[in-house]
């Protein structure tokens, strides 16, 4: 890529902005080891982030999201289809996509910058970091801060020794459901059988999760989405694959 | 820690695992029994294992009944009457042990393990929590209501027990392993790699004060309400309390002991505070009230202290696979890594959005 030492004149400016970023230069290895320890580049605590690095407008006394916090969270955004699709149905809440892998959270925060400039006032309220969520969630978010979660297409791990790897485990689900507040909803999709049933055998024995059945979810605005926002959705599409939807609620601690 | 310390009335216990031995020396008689030897055959012919990072743990039940530790071979945890220090059971572990504790009331062994993992010794084990990364110290409430565990990733947590899936707290703000936990009342104090104590409302989960103690903190005991303070590779131990000042608690250093050598292990029994250094074993009092702290040195203890002194010298330390030293090196490590990026990395990752004018 080219430096321009000069600043850039505003139609250049423009034409900067208005690209959106190209997927292709944004490929990275499919997985990367997430128990890892290579990462440093998280706040120590929730109060020690500065969330307006993400999120200018919250700062912005006329805006939607003005002093408020994160509220939904899409864990492994991938490209972030979803967090896009959602900005403009939750223009009042803050979601975060968070991502493991450098440059595919790079070309999503590209990307919200190049929609931010495209449609000013519009997908303000939608962001990308790049981080690791099963280490570093209490880092980032206080006790009960989070409304709706999703998981969309985790990574399956078809190894049984990789299932340690799978983002849905009996450690995380705790840490989950702390920063989840009561009544919240996790929404998971995945087209492979084995993942889904893991999943749904991981809620269901947790304690603090209740799975809704499929009668209550017809009002939810959110399913029809979940299927076909994201990037791998529309992959699994196109290539005629199943697509196992769960979404379950935090619960109160039945047994206090 | 290679090495660690145990008190309870009438026994110190010292256990080396890098030379695999586990001491029992009694008060009273002054006899010393070495458990590693009494196993059982199944243990004789397994070499020594120099290759894992260990460390070595132990703990006596409350009523002093029970005595758990683990020895060098095998990934076991070896449960003996006290009594008559006899074998009550040797349990495999699913990984290596770094910490073992007992429940205060109902005698159950709780176990942490380098997976991050915490099981109970019921009948069968039990899986009570698990972190993403190693577990350093735990502790567990008087009335066995709250378990609170702290690991190598900066997280001291607050969680129910026996169902520890469900977290009451997250204390997050330490910046490098936790190294050592404890509870004072209605506080959780902890000490980290970061060279920092924090001191934690348990009900609130709120950090109230911090006190830098200039040397990364390896272990924290709590004795009489006020806490015995161990730093990594250091002859300082401090004793510290809890003090209110101005309407805030606050942390107060009321005393630092200096040895002439480097201290390895804390120990505690009642108002009795005993330190292992790397060739003796000191007996110190604490009066809480006055915070006075007494060194023993009557002729018989100092009689005592000399034949544990002479049990410790026979032990060797094993750099390689001593826990604390590899995670004070990973901490430096991580140290320089977050330098050279900052160094390198002129574009911030997250450049300021741009707005066009409509
Ligand atoms: C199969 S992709 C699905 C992406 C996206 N949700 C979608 O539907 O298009 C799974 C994503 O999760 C990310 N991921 C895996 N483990 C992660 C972790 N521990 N923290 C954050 N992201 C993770 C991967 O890098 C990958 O981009």
Redesign the interface.
């Known amino acids: 890529m080219e430096k321009i030492k000069r600043p850039l004149n505003e139609d250049e ?2 034409k900067q ?1 208005l690209s959106l970023p190209q997927k292709k230069y944004y490929r990275q290895r499919a997985h990367s080891n997430p ?1 890892a ?1 290579h990462d ?2 998280y706040p ?3 109060e ?1 982030y500065d969330w307006s ?2 999120y ?1 407008d919250i700062t912005n006394e006329k805006s939607n999201i003005y002093n408020k916090r994160v509220e939904m969270l899409d864990i492994g955004c991938g490209y972030g289809g979803l967090l896009v699709t959602l900005s403009p149905m939750f223009m009042d809440s803050m979601i975060l996509g968070m991502e493991i892998r450098v440059k595919v959270s ?1 070309y999503v ?1 590209e990307r ?2 190049a929609l ?3 449609q ?1 006032n519009c997908y303000d309220n939608i962001a990308c970091i ?1 981080t690791n969520a ?2 570093y969630l ?2 980032f978010f206080k ?1 009960g801060q989070i409304k709706k979660m999703f998981f969309l297409y985790p990574d399956p791990h078809f190894k049984k020794s990789k299932h340690k790897w799978r983002i849905i485990n ?6 989950y ?2 920063v989840l507040a009561e009544e919240a909803l996790v929404y998971t999709v995945t087209d492979v059988k084995d993942l889904h049933e893991w999943m749904v055998k991981h809620f269901s024995e ?3 999760f209740k799975r809704v059945e499929d009668d209550d979810l017809k009002g939810d605005p959110v399913v029809d989405k979940l299927y076909e926002s994201s990037e791998e959705g529309k992959k699994v599409t196109r290539n005629n694959g199943d697509k196992f939807l769960a979404v379950f609620m935090r619960i109160k ?1 039945p ?2 | 820690m290679t090495f660690c310390m145990t008190v309870n009335e009438t026994t110190v216990v010292l256990s080396s695992i890098d030379v695999d031995k586990c001491l029992v020396y009694s008060l009273d008689s002054g006899n010393v029994k070495n458990l590693t030897d009494n196993l059982g055959e199944a243990y004789k012919n397994i070499p020594i294992n120099n290759h894992d990072l260990q460390k070595a743990c132990a703990a006596f039940s409350a009523d002093g009944t029970l005595f758990a530790y683990n020895p060098n071979k095998g990934k076991l945890l070896s449960v003996w009457n006290t009594t008559n220090w006899t074998l009550v059971e040797n349990k495999t572990l699913a990984k290596h042990a770094t910490n073992i504790v007992f429940t205060p009331k109902t005698n159950v062994i709780v176990v942490g393990d380098k997976k ?2 915490v099981y109970a010794f019921e009948e069968l084990p039990i ?1 009570i ?5 190693m577990i350093l110290d735990i502790c567990i409430s008087d009335n066995e209501k709250y378990i609170v565990t702290c690991d190598n ?3 001291v947590r607050v ?2 027990y026996p ?5 009451v ?2 204390m ?4 490098a392993y936790v190294s050592g936990i404890c509870l004072l009342n209605n506080f959780v104090l902890s000490g980290s790699g970061d060279n920092t104590l924090r001191l934690w409302d348990f009900n609130k ?1 709120d950090l109230l004060d911090k006190l830098s103690l200039h040397t990364p903190i390896q272990s924290v005991i709590e004795i009489e309400n006020m806490a015995a303070i161990q730093l990594y590779d250091s002859r300082d131990v401090h004793i510290i309390k809890t003090e209110k000042k101005e309407n805030k608690w606050t942390i107060k250093n009321i005393k630092t002991i200096q040895f002439e050598n480097n201290v390895l292990d804390l120990a505690v029994y009642g108002n009795q505070l005993w330190i292992l250094t790397v060739n003796s074993v000191y007996k110190y009092t604490i009066d809480a009230s006055n915070e006075i702290v007494l060194r023993i040195q009557d002729a018989e203890m100092t009689h005592k202290l000399e034949t544990l002194s002479n049990l410790v010298k026979s032990f060797v330390c094993l750099e390689k696979t001593n826990l604390m030293i590899f995670l004070f090196n ?1 901490m430096i490590d ?1 140290r320089k ?2 330098e050279q ?1 900052q160094q390198n990395s002129s574009t911030p ?8 004018r ?1």
């Open positions: 400016t423009e902005e128990i320890d440093f580049d120590s605590c929730p020690a690095t993400l200018p790079q925060i919200i910058k931010r400039a495209n000013p790049r099963i280490k209490p880092n006790k009996d450690t995380t689900l705790s840490e459901a702390y947790h304690g603090l601690d047994d206090l | 991050g993992d899986r929590l698990g972190h993403s990364s990733d900066e997280k969680s129910h169902n520890g899936k469900n977290i707290y997250y997050m703000g330490h910046e989960g990973k991580k890594r977050i990026y990752v997250l450049r300021e959005t741009k707005r066009l409509t």
